[in-house]
């Protein structure tokens, strides 16, 4: 009997090297959504759903917003038929005791005020999960003074809850960012999520967003390749790169291996696109002129990466 985990790994390869494969123009992120859980719908897996939102996206903004939303859904659990954002950065940044909006309780009333100051994908999110400091028994912080955060998720149209749409950055402008404002917004203590804000999601997600974004985007090279009919070396460089993704992902993300391994397969990635982009400019010359626009989003988090990589090398080969 085939195992259905093999079954659905070969039915993903074939339809990600498949040449028939169609790759739309949207106008908005709204259809853009609706035909990424069409596309996605029969695979469970985050990663395999943020790989097929890659591979069916023709610039970098729509193959960032499939990796974004799955790694959300494979973090949160989270409902797939709604978009949904991640809510953590305010004006003093995303460190933890920068955040201020706060969980408080007043009588038997449970409410969230505060601001967040940028937030991928907030415009058009119908499900947000709040980053907050939980100040419901004391002052917020614990015996050793560190915060209490917790992570509350909410519709976007609960009342209290107001968007904003912030001026595009000048890349990936398919992907509207916003500040979103919570004034005295009533939630029940279901909304509220289980464990420690910061240990649980905070900090994990960092690394669930870097592998789900680089498969994404992976996949959406792939399609160049495929579509621009590159040497058949180099596509299948990058069907090696998105195989290892999708290995990582099964690993414990928080863990040094599997930092060291994010690492390794980056600059793998740095390399093949720096042999590849020639076939891409001329192939694709308009996709490319995109591309060199939208690539900017790839350097946004590189000290980060370079300051866990650095810390689990540490761990491990210094233990």
Known sequence: MTDDKET?????????????????????????FQAFRKQTGMFSLSIDRALLGGRMSQCLGYAFAAGYQSAIEALFDADSTQL??????????????????????????????????FVSGAHDAQNLYIAC??????????????????????????PGVELHALPPL???????????????????PTMILPGDGYLDYIKPF???EDVHVLAAVSAYRLAEAIQGHWPDAYIDQYLALIMALRSLSQMSLNNAPA????AA??????????????????????????WIRDRRLLQVAKAAHEKRTHAARQAIFRA
């Open 8 to 32: 659905k790994a070969d039915q993903l390869v074939n339809i990600l090297l498949s040449p028939a494969f169609h790759r739309p123009s949207f106008d908005n992120t709204k259809n853009w």
């Open 84 to 117: 949904a954002a991640f809510c953590v950065s305010e004006t003093g940044g995303n460190h933890p005791r920068s955040i201020q909006t706060r969980l408080a309780k007043q009588a038997n009333l449970l409410s969230l005020n505060g601001d967040k100051s």
């Open 259 to 262: 930092h060291i391994g994010l």
């Open 206 to 208: 960092r690394s669930y």
């Open 265 to 290: 397969i980056r600059e793998q990635f740095d390399e093949l696109v720096k042999q590849t982009d020639p076939f891409f400019e001329s192939t694709n010359p308009a996709g490319y002129e995109h």
């Open 133 to 158: 400091l939980d100040v419901r028994e004391g002052n917020g912080l614990d015996h050793a003074g560190r915060p209490c955060l917790k992570i509350v998720q909410i519709s976007s149209d609960l």
């Open 170 to 188: 000048g890349f990936i402008p398919e992907v509207r960012h916003g500040k979103v404002s919570l004034q005295e917004v009533e939630i029940s």
